[in-house]
């Protein structure tokens, strides 16, 4: 079991091409053993310290079987045909990929 955290930043002004982009994408997760264990749209508040770097607008928590699960999911064609809204609305994203301790 592999799990991943995304942390993705999203352009000012394009929530909603957001939105629309996760709304097609997520639900392909499940046709790749992959689970959405969590979504999370934190407000300022949510953050402790004194970071002045830009704050995510929303952290994913991720687990597929696999590798080769996780890796199907990125090259299925049906997500792929979707990247121009990930591309519009997304400025950029990490990616940490972990397993359970």
């Known amino acids: 079991m592999i799990y991943l955290t995304a942390l993705l930043f999203v352009k000012q002004g394009k929530e909603t091409?957001?939105?629309?982009?996760?709304?097609?994408?997520?639900?392909?997760?499940?046709?790749?053993?992959?689970?959405?264990?969590?979504?999370l749209r934190p407000t300022s508040e949510n953050y402790i310290g004194n970071s002045t770097d830009e704050q995510p607008y929303e952290i994913h928590l991720l687990s597929?079987?696999?590798d080769h699960d996780f890796k199907n999911y990125l090259e299925d064609s049906k997500r792929i045909s979707f990247n121009h809204l990930k591309d519009e609305s997304i400025k950029s994203s990490y990616l940490y990929k972990g397993e359970k301790l």
């Not at 392909?28 to 979504?39: A, F, S, T």
């Open 64 to 66: 597929f079987p696999s």
């Open 17 to 39: 091409v957001f939105q629309e982009y996760e709304n097609t994408v997520l639900p392909i997760l499940k046709e790749y053993k992959g689970v959405l264990m969590y979504r």
